[in-house]
């Protein structure tokens, strides 16, 4: 199984290899992001080492050099080839550094090589990742998505690792060691591809029952869905607690939440709007932790309209668009309608700088809301945004409530926006505003 680490606030170094075809801005980036998942695992990144090459070194990752100038650093050795910066921090964490973590995914063989020389523990980013999603799933769903992910990260290194490990792990499983049975590398491997298969099928039971009672709720309450999505850290959760009322974990870290929450918007409007969190998107998610994970967006498949939300402040805000995009597409839910949300502009330097940025976005991105989910009035009006959206497709009828019926009185108001109420001596009448469904079951109800 993968190692465990230790949830204590430790240090970090960072190294990564700039391939010929990556230019240095989606470097940066790349680079920005395993720093920030470094912060959520609980690492302080105290030094990062890179080296252009024209590929990765088979041995180890890194080249001899910087091979040896990570074990320099680390170890706290002279080392000409060291900056100043970089000599003063490893004097500072002298025999501190606890992680060496490397931005690409690289073989068992590779991040052994580089323990060895280095002498510290190494993580790649795919590790990283799935740590964060281990240590952050609630649900017994997330869970599962989880174990598949680490499963299948760790299925075809089973091989690599049996090299490894010499003659014993190639020893096969019959009486004495010898004989038609499995190699421990092939049992394991299978042991691995059965519990997939089982996860699998508890996720597909978990999916069926998850949607019969969304089918079930919307159709006793006559509710709209609306998903937040987009790029992690990119304030979605406190844009959800702002929309909705509700308590929701804020952490300025990535995947501070995995499990989709799902709230009501609030004040309640009609017809009643529920809000749910996806999880969010990073740049380089390796493609199998996608698939694992595609069930935790599919709050996004089922919403009747996305809310994109966008980090204003970032300079790469367009990366994040381009991600959540290619996401959505991979999804099938690129048709859903969708406004985009730029968020966090109130992180825009002083006041006039905000209004030239804002500015600029809504010329470049018709339609879109530029806004803080800190500031109240702001989050106000994308209340009323959403309410108009979804009040878009209302009628509006007439009803009528004998007084022998006044019970139903209660349900007209949470269903339906109640415009006009008169009373006669048989009963009351509305005219009330709702949607075609809400109506229909109103009017069976009544015997109308």
């Known amino acids: 199984m993968l190692r465990e680490v230790e949830e204590a606030s430790k240090y970090a170094i960072v190294a990564s290899v700039q391939l010929p075809s990556v230019?240095?801005?989606?470097?940066?980036?790349?680079?920005?992001?395993?720093r920030e998942l470094a912060k959520t695992l609980g690492f302080h990144v105290v030094h990062?080492?890179?080296?252009?090459?024209?590929?990765?070194?088979?041995?180890?990752?890194?080249?001899?050099?910087?091979?040896?100038?990570?074990?320099?650093?680390?170890?706290?050795?002279?080392?000409?080839?060291?900056?100043?910066?970089?000599?003063?921090?490893?004097?500072?964490?002298?025999?501190?550094?606890?992680?060496?973590?490397?931005?690409?995914?690289?073989?068992?063989?590779?991040?052994?090589?580089?323990?060895?020389?280095?002498?510290?523990?190494?993580?790649?980013?795919?590790m990283v990742i799935l740590e964060i999603f281990h240590r952050n799933a609630r649900s017994k769903a997330a869970r599962a998505q989880v174990e598949i992910a680490r499963l299948g990260y760790m299925a075809p290194r089973l091989r690599e690792a049996a090299k490894l490990a010499g003659p014993q792990g190639r020893?096969?499983?019959?009486?004495?060691?010898?004989?038609?049975?499995?190699?421990?590398?092939?049992?394991?491997?299978?042991?691995?591809?059965?519990?997939?298969?089982?996860?699998?099928?508890?996720?597909?039971?978990?999916?069926?029952?998850?949607?019969?009672?969304?089918?079930?709720?919307?159709?006793?309450?006559?509710?709209?869905?609306?998903?937040?999505?987009?790029y992690t850290n990119a304030g979605k959760s406190t844009l959800m607690r702002a929309l909705t009322g509700s308590e929701v974990l804020v952490a300025n870290k990535l995947f501070a939440t995995l499990d989709t929450t799902v709230r009501a918007l609030y004040p309640e409007s009609v017809p009643r709007v529920l809000v749910s969190d996806t999880v969010g998107?990073?740049?380089?998610?390796?493609?199998g932790l996608v698939a694992s994970f595609k069930s935790t967006l599919d709050e996004a498949l089922d919403a009747s309209l996305l809310l994109h939300v966008i980090d204003a402040s970032d300079p790469g805000f367009e990366r994040q668009?381009?991600?959540?995009?290619?996401?959505?597409?991979?999804?099938?839910?690129?048709?859903?309608?969708?406004?985009?949300?730029?968020?966090?502009?109130?992180?825009?330097?002083?006041?006039?700088?905000?209004?030239?940025?804002?500015?600029?976005?809504?010329?470049?991105?018709?339609?879109?809301?530029?806004?803080?989910?800190?500031?109240?009035?702001?989050?106000?009006?994308?209340?009323?945004?959403?309410?108009?959206?979804?009040?878009?497709?209302?009628?509006?009828?007439?009803?009528?409530?004998?007084?022998?019926a006044q019970q139903s009185r209660g349900e007209i108001y949470a269903s339906c926006q109640v415009l006009e109420e008169r009373a006669d001596e048989d009963g009351a009448h509305f005219r009330v505003r709702a949607e075609q469904g809400a109506i229909d079951r109103l009017r069976e109800r009544l015997g109308q």
């Open 321 to 404: 668009l381009e991600v959540t995009d290619e996401v959505l597409k991979d999804i099938g839910a690129d048709v859903v309608p969708r406004i985009r949300i730029f968020n966090k502009i109130d992180h825009v330097g002083d006041a006039e700088e905000q209004a030239e940025r804002a500015a600029a976005l809504r010329a470049r991105y018709p339609d879109c809301i530029v806004m803080s989910a800190r500031r109240p009035d702001e989050v106000a009006e994308l209340r009323q945004a959403i309410i108009a959206f979804f009040q878009q497709g209302l009628v509006e009828v007439e009803l009528f409530l004998p007084w022998s």
């Open 23 to 34: 230019s240095d801005a989606e470097f940066e980036a790349s680079l920005a992001e395993l």
């Open 48 to 126: 990062t080492f890179v080296q252009k090459r024209a590929s990765f070194d088979t041995t180890a990752y890194l080249g001899v050099g910087k091979r040896q100038e990570i074990a320099h650093f680390v170890n706290n050795e002279p080392d000409m080839s060291l900056s100043e910066a970089a000599a003063q921090a490893a004097a500072r964490h002298a025999g501190r550094v606890d992680l060496i973590l490397v931005d690409h995914e690289i073989s068992p063989s590779q991040a052994r090589n580089l323990e060895i020389e280095a002498g510290c523990e190494v993580m790649d980013r795919t």
């Open 171 to 230: 020893q096969r499983s019959g009486t004495g060691g010898r004989g038609a049975g499995e190699s421990h590398t092939e049992l394991d491997r299978r042991k691995v591809r059965d519990r997939i298969a089982e996860l699998q099928q508890e996720i597909v039971a978990m999916e069926v029952e998850r949607k019969t009672q969304r089918a079930r709720r919307q159709e006793r309450q006559g509710l709209a869905g609306v998903s937040l999505i987009g």
């Open 281 to 287: 998107f990073i740049k380089n998610l390796p493609h």
